[in-house]
């Protein structure tokens, strides 16, 4: 019967393994569900840094003069 998830495989070193082992240990839940935790929790993180980067580069573009007032957006 396939999964449920789709699923991946990864090699990881011994250091890095125990590592994790003693994180979802501590947390007290499976390697799977920490490594899918720390996954999604990197992913945001790269997320923020794009969406940050995307506002740096509107901000060097704004010009007061051809904003438009909240009157103008919103009445």
Do not use: C
Not at 23 to 30: F, W
Not at 31 to 57: G, H, M, N, P, Y
Request: avoid cysteine; hydrophobic fraction near 45%; charged fraction near 30%.
């Amino acid at each position: 019967m396939p999964a449920k998830n789709p699923r991946i495989n990864v090699v990881l070193g011994n250091l890095l393994y125990e590592n994790l082992r003693l994180l979802a240990e501590k947390d007290n839940v499976s390697l799977s569900a920490k490594v899918r935790d720390l996954l999604k929790d990197a992913l945001e993180v790269q997320e923020d840094i794009a969406l940050s980067e995307f506002a740096q580069k509107r901000e060097k573009s704004w010009n007061d003069s051809k904003a438009l007032t909240h009157d103008d957006v919103w009445l």
